[in-house]
């Protein structure tokens, strides 16, 4: 009896020991990044048997807006957390992710190994790195095979330049009435705004914080000069923003040539937004040989973490172990970040959609030639203010000098 | 509350039991009424203090409470200079105009004629006038969508198709207009929406207020020879008033805290040269995307300084004899 009894207790003994052993790790994420992560902790575990994850997937705002409220407070954040480009710069600020550029992590180290952009986006002005990039969104731009055909317009017409891009798009909507030559005339406005910075500069700041916004910045008339032009033409579907319902009823009818965007709209392309289109569309590079990204996503540590070691160990499977980042590919088409997760041979299968175009090689070669931009933590702002002073110019109530120089004041008043 | 009415007539004394009979008589009141200012605490009187402490320091959402750092009044200074802060209030002035007064030029009449004309439909009819209230914002911007649509709506080709017609066709647009996407249009596309949900919720206040008034009152004048119209001029309208001054009153605050519709139709973004901007939507837009929760508390209570103000202005139009009171009470 007495001996049963001692078994019994070291049994439970040793259950409750292994139990101590294991660590619990929680990571917040949104969809698709929920289906990445469920895919990749089976070889997770392989490596790192004694690590249990737990996946806490919200939505996409819900999974932000939690995640302030948990910095915010200092409790309730995930061990590890996704955070989309688009709120990077917002959680950067304050204290409430932990340094990776610092020891243990020296995330620094592995910047060589991932695509050049990426890690300037999450590093702050004073070089503290607040995440790692997961999946990137090369740009390129979309069109019609068929829409062009019949204008007689070669793709390479239309991406030479931008004027060539606008002679053309001409062409292509008038031998096309109904359709537009793009959604929106600011986006390609957006584009310019984000090619040929100087090193060091920011989209809107220079290093020290200065304004660059002015009538006399070449790269901002120039973006708001062709942007005008595209409007005047009447070659855009005044769409307003990606997803906004006249882009999208403007995509489902087909009544667009061509669209600027990150690869992974392809995936939206085929499974809802222009299902009808099969092989009618296809990818080439952004006019005016520009490169620019759209999106992306990227793994974070809070400072309240109570398991920072083995959190970094998932980041850094997640992040830097190019079979997973294959993996995270085939299965969401999360376009890898990690430079050696872009050399596996499913890059040189052509893409179903896009005619069997093998367009995954394009991007890859596009993602290289992004340029980094440098954060700035008013960037938020001065997007706001630059994109109605961009609408003012578009619909005509002010002319670009003006428009840029109010856009100047309006920003340089929020610096202090 | 304070002089209870035993003490008016004196009751044989309450014989002593035990304490827990003297702690029910003392303290379940209080203990019933608990739950209501425990959750007013929580969700009503801290988010109000809370705003008041955060609006004198400058904070991000992102980081620890502890990063708060005071700035006496400049986020309210701050805000006094920002030319969009006035552009939003220029906004929201102009759209609860223009949402507003229809709301109430159409709800009178209507429940007036709702009032007179129908009885057994009564309440029918009353509550499908009432259903826009109570759908979903959300809904109503996709049907709202597609009836707005530049390239795809269906009123501009209603009105593509009025055009069509000879003579009368000159009347109506002949290209198609860009509700939503032009400057001119985006504050009228908003108010529109606005009036048709709210003139069933404003009807029903006038209906209560109709049906306040005693039906003798129309009989005596109908007697004397007043016709439908004499009726509404001299009757209705004078016993109405106090009902009126509620309808302003809800309609002035509402329409100072217009957030959903203009937001949702301009895609979060205000719209063509920010034309849809209100001042909630820039308070949102400070905290949310500028991260600058100081500002945006600021502006909170600027916002509450002119609804204020605007409901004092309210409240000397319609006179104090607007709310029946004091003059009843004379």
Redesign the interface.
């Known amino acids: 009896m007495k001996i049963q009894r001692l078994f019994v207790a070291a049994a439970l003994l040793s259950v409750s020991l292994a139990a101590a052993q294991k660590t619990t790790l929680t990571i917040g994420v949104f969809p698709d990044l929920d289906s990445v992560v469920k895919a990749a902790l089976p070889g997770f575990n392989k490596l790192y048997p004694d690590i249990d994850v737990k996946i806490n997937s919200l939505a996409y705002a819900d999974h932000h807006n939690a995640l302030?409220t948990a910095?915010?407070?200092?409790k309730g954040a995930n061990d590890v957390e996704a955070i989309d480009f688009g709120y990077v710069a917002?959680?950067a600020?304050?204290?409430?992710m932990t340094d990776l550029s610092k020891a243990p992590y020296n995330a620094g180290a592995l910047a060589s190994k991932f695509v050049g952009f990426t890690f300037p986006q999450a590093t702050t002005q004073d070089g503290r790195i607040v995440a790692m990039p997961t999946d990137i969104g090369p740009g390129s731009m979309f069109y019609r095979t068929d829409l062009l055909a019949k204008a007689g317009v070669k793709p390479s017409q239309l991406n030479a330049s931008w004027d060539s891009y606008i002679t053309n798009g001409k062409k292509v909507v008038a031998a096309n009435p109904g359709t537009f030559l793009i959604p929106d005339a600011s986006e390609a406005a957006q584009i310019i705004l984000r090619t040929g910075l100087k090193a060091g500069d920011g989209l809107y700041f220079d290093k020290s914080n200065k304004v660059l916004i002015s009538p006399d910045n070449a790269r901002f008339v120039k973006a708001f000069t062709v942007a005008k032009q595209i409007r005047d033409a009447k070659l855009d579907?005044?769409a307003?923003?990606a997803f906004?319902?006249?882009w999208t009823?403007?995509f489902q009818?087909g009544?667009l040539a061509t669209e600027f965007s990150g690869a992974w709209l392809v995936g939206h392309m085929q499974n809802w937004l222009a299902k009808d289109f099969t092989g009618k569309w296809n990818a080439q590079n952004l006019p005016g040989n520009t490169f620019a990204s759209w999106g992306g996503s990227f793994y974070g540590i809070p400072t309240q973490s109570a398991n920072k070691d083995a959190a970094w160990k998932l980041v850094q499977y997640l992040t830097t172990n190019a079979a997973q980042q294959v993996l995270a590919f085939k299965t969401t088409g999360a376009f890898p970040a990690l430079k050696a997760g872009q050399t596996d041979a499913v890059f040189n299968q052509g893409v179903v959609y896009l005619g069997n175009q093998k367009a995954r090689l394009l991007w890859r070669t596009a993602a290289a030639k992004i340029q980094p931009l440098d954060v700035n933590?008013l960037d938020?702002?001065a997007d706001?203010i630059v994109?109605?002073a961009l609408?003012?110019v578009l619909?005509g109530?002010k002319d670009i000098p003006t428009a840029l120089a109010d856009a100047q004041r309006?920003v340089e008043?929020r610096t202090r | 509350m304070t002089a209870p009415p035993a003490k008016l007539t004196p009751t044989p004394p309450i014989p002593k039991v035990g304490g827990w009979d003297n702690f029910q008589r003392k303290y379940a009141p209080y203990i019933f009424i608990s739950p209501f200012f425990l959750l007013f605490f929580v969700f009503g009187l801290f988010p109000i203090l809370f705003n008041a402490y955060l609006s004198v320091h400058e904070w991000q959402p992102g980081s620890g409470l502890g990063d708060m750092k005071f700035v006496g009044l400049r986020n309210f200074t701050d805000n006094l200079t920002d030319p969009t802060f006035w552009l939003s209030l220029k906004n929201t002035a102009i759209l609860a105009v223009e949402s507003g007064l229809p709301q109430h030029l159409i709800a009178i009449p209507l429940a007036f004629a709702i009032n007179m004309g129908l009885k057994r439909a009564q309440s029918f009819i009353t509550a499908i006038y009432f259903l826009p209230y109570i759908t979903s914002v959300v809904a109503i911007s996709v049907i709202f969508f597609t009836l707005f649509s530049w390239q795809y709506g269906v009123l501009n080709a209603a009105l593509n198709s009025l055009h069509q017609i000879p003579i009368l066709g000159v009347l109506f647009p002949a290209d198609k207009i860009n509700w939503l996407g032009e400057r001119a249009f985006v504050q009228p596309s908003i108010a529109m929406v606005i009036v048709w949900r709210y003139v069933g919720w404003n009807m029903l206040l006038y209906l209560s207020g109709l049906q306040a008034i005693p039906g003798e009152l129309y009989e005596a004048a109908a007697v004397d020879g007043a016709t439908r119209s004499e009726q509404f001029r001299f009757i209705t309208l004078p016993l109405l008033r106090p009902t009126i001054f509620l309808a302003v009153t809800l309609s002035l605050i509402g329409g100072f805290q217009l957030f959903e519709e203009p937001f949702i139709l301009t895609n979060g973004g205000g719209g063509v040269g920010q034309a849809g901007l209100t001042t909630i939507m820039y308070m949102f837009r400070t905290y949310n995307a500028y991260s600058d929760a100081g500002l945006a508390a600021a502006m909170a209570w600027l916002l509450f300084i002119v609804i204020g103000l605007l409901t004092l202005v309210n409240n000397f139009a319609f006179g104090r004899s607007g709310t029946g009171n004091n003059e009843a009470a004379k």
């Open positions: 302030t910095l915010s407070t200092g917002k959680f600020e304050g204290n409430g579907a005044k307003g923003g906004s319902p006249e009823t403007a009818k009544n933590k938020p702002i706001q994109s109605d609408g003012s619909d109530s309006l008043r």
